[in-house]
């Protein structure tokens, strides 16, 4: 109940290229008990290719109650990620909570992450571990 | 009837300055003198009397012959291809009444270009009629030559200008990601009492500073790529550099069993700093065995040849290929990978890109997905 031990998450998601600050996110929900499961994705065509089907009803899987989604990525990036989200079309309504978690501190990919009403919040790394419970906890809430 | 009105005018022009002549000790300062100085050549068609005129300025700049006589049928010649069909819209809106003022590119006598600036208006008889064209051109090749290399100075200063952005925005990018995972590495090792996972906070810990280390060098690479000064060109032959880049990657090119075949027969050689060559050659080779396709073994055709009497070098590949439509922008930025491969970096066409555009040059980029890149170097 308190703020020590929030009621983990059931999934959360997180889509970005490094592979240091995916372990170490990694460590701090499972030291800090935020989620039960994890998905994980090295830029957005692999998330997209996951979601689509389960957006359109193809699939069952369960959908992430959270998403943490990095900007700069090879291959598909955070921008194209978010376009390509939106153009999905579905009669179902998918509850998630989509924050950017980015080192641009570029004030032009603030105003950009406006545009998008899928995103919560864009958090700058180094987000520390508090502000980290914070967005689980909200989300459990 | 012109004739004579143009007739009573010199006359009065005479009167004129032989009135004036006192107040000018240096001589008189005639409509030739003026014509000289400027560059500027009349000439004037009178429709009635089926008569073109070229004044003794306007011969000079187009170096006719002394007996070359005008007509309106061979007007045209002295105008380039490219500005004969608005020349000869202007010449009819102007007998129609609208005055013309352009800058064309003309031709001299011999044929050879050069720019001037035209002006041109309708000569009006006594009831008011248009009776004929006349006009000015001025040569003003020297000029507009400058213009047009300052124009491609700004081109090319914009271009750099947008890396340069692009270069600063992408370091602080990549300094920031580690500086972040460095502190949260640390606020979670502080948070921890279990000893496995402190040893591995640690070994992250390590990977951060290799991590680091490795965009330092990445950086290093740019800032001695462009650090070069133009006295280092020296006369290069394409096929000794092709050689030796392809000895510095022999397994590359045997493991992916890669073929190469090029044709420097048209211009075998170039001068150009060593160390660019070397590394346009290396990373546009290197890319286009790295995004190879799948299907089929790498086959890579080079040749350089003459476009616009300036050296032009191809490479063309058989590879992925790549979505221009998508991508065609962020090709050449730093740290933009399209393809996933671990050997993918994202640093070698900016690096090209700069050398090329350092030494006036330019590159593009032709490519079909699943078909192959074709990238062309003008030099």
Known sequence: MTNLSPTPIKLACIIDDDDVYINLIKKVINIRKLSENLLIFKNGREALRYF?????????????????????????????????????????????????????????????????????????????????????????? | MFLTHKKKNKGQENEDTSSSETERPYGNFYYKDVAELTGAGGWTVLFNEKKSFLDPQARKILETPEDYRPSLRTALDFYSDEYKARAAEAFMACSMGTPFNATVKMLRYNKQEFWAKAVGRPIYGENNEIVGIQGVFQDIDEEKLKELSLETSVKVIESQNSRLFNFAHIVSHNLRSHASNLSLTLDLLKSIDDATEEEELKSSLYQISESLNETINHLNEIVTAQAQSLDDRRLLNFDHVLQSTLSSISRMIEDTQTEIYSDFSEVPE?????????????????????????????????????????????????????????????????????????????????????????????IHVESKVDEGTTFKITF
């Not at chain 1, 989509?98 to 180094?126: C, G, H, M, Q, W």
């Not at chain 2, 191809?314 to 740290?335: A, P, Q, R, S, T």
């Open chain 1, 52 to 141: 689509t089907p389960i957006i359109q009803e193809e699939d069952d899987k369960v959908f992430p109650e959270i998403i943490l989604l990095d900007l700069n990525m090879p291959v598909m990036d955070g921008w194209r990620f978010l376009e390509e989200f939106t153009k999905i079309k579905t009669g179902k309504d998918v509850k998630t909570t989509l924050y950017i978690v980015s080192s641009s501190i570029n004030p032009l990919d603030l105003e950009r992450a406006k545009e998008f009403s899928l995103v919560t919040d864009y958090l700058v790394k180094p987000v520390d571990l508090d502000e980290f419970e914070a967005i689980f906890v909200k989300s459990s809430a």
């Open chain 2, 270 to 362: 170039i001068r150009y700093i060593p160390s660019y060559m070397e590394s346009i050659f290396l990373n546009l080779i290197t890319n286009a065995i790295k995004y190879r396709h799948p299907d089929r073994s790498p086959v890579i055709d080079i040749c350089s040849y003459y476009e616009d009497e300036r050296v032009c070098l191809m490479v063309k590949d058989n590879g992925l290929g790549i979505d221009l439509e998508k991508h065609g922008n962020d090709l050449f930025n730093m740290y933009q990978t399209f393809h996933t491969g671990k050997e993918s970096v994202g640093i070698g066409l900016f690096i090209t890109k700069n050398q090329i555009e350092t030494l006036q040059g330019s």
